[in-house]
């Protein structure tokens, strides 16, 4: 893989709300690793094309990378409009994959109601469950984008994402925090608060950039 681009992802990995001054266990995590799921790299990559839109000449060099073409640069008319037309699609499972899980992980612990009778173990399992509801949707559109491609495109693209996980450090942890604050009472509340105000931020920054 290009060191260009090595040194880009290695400076974009943050999939996971922040976490807590006094973090808990790690429940997942890759470091360069080939055995990081396919649907994260996917994620990653369409996160990463999407930042790198305002760049043209990058844009297309990254696109062309992720089918294996090595002359981006002597591409026809034809043969860059359908590597934009891959590239919007990318773009557009970007947007919607990162909306998703937002209504997802409000859905699940920042619906009206949800919580107020909870313990601090059951809130904590909510909130671990809805950093988990994006395995599932990263995964359906990662489906979705093979079977829009050809046979040789998928191939060449699949093996693009191998190398491409080499790139990046994924790490998910417990949201019951470890040490002194794990004792602390009420603290899933002030947590899950915490989360749900930084998750509507960032759903109604989303829908005023329309889905951007």
């Not at 990318?90 to 009778?117: T, Y």
């Not at 040789?152 to 699949?158: E, I, L």
Request: hydrophobic share 45%; net charge negative.
């Amino acid at each position: 893989m290009k060191n260009w681009l090595l040194a880009l992802v290695l400076g974009a990995i943050c999939f996971e709300p922040a976490a807590a001054a006094d973090p808990g266990a790690v429940r997942e995590a890759y470091a360069g690793s080939r055995d990081l799921p396919d649907a994260i790299a996917y994620a990653e990559f369409t996160r990463m094309l999407a930042e790198t839109r305002s760049e043209p000449h990058a844009y297309v060099h990254l696109l062309a990378e992720a089918f294996g073409i090595d002359d981006a640069d002597s591409l026809d008319a034809d043969a860059l409009g359908q590597l934009s037309a891959m590239g919007a699609v990318f773009v557009s499972h970007a947007e919607a994959m990162e909306l998703e899980e937002i209504e997802a992980r409000i859905r699940i612990v920042c619906a009206p109601g949800r919580g107020h009778s909870r313990s601090d173990n059951a809130t904590y399992a909510a909130l671990n469950a809805a950093d988990d509801v994006g395995n599932s949707i990263r995964q359906k559109y990662l489906v979705i984008a093979l079977g829009g491609m050809t046979q040789d495109q998928s191939a060449a693209f699949k093996r693009f994402l191998e190398d491409f996980k080499t790139s990046i450090s994924y790490v998910k942890t417990d949201n019951r925090p470890s040490g002194p604050a794990s004792s602390v009472q009420g603290g899933a509340a002030v947590m899950k608060a915490r989360v749900c105000e930084g998750l509507q931020a960032r759903h109604a920054e989303i829908l005023g950039h329309g889905g951007q």
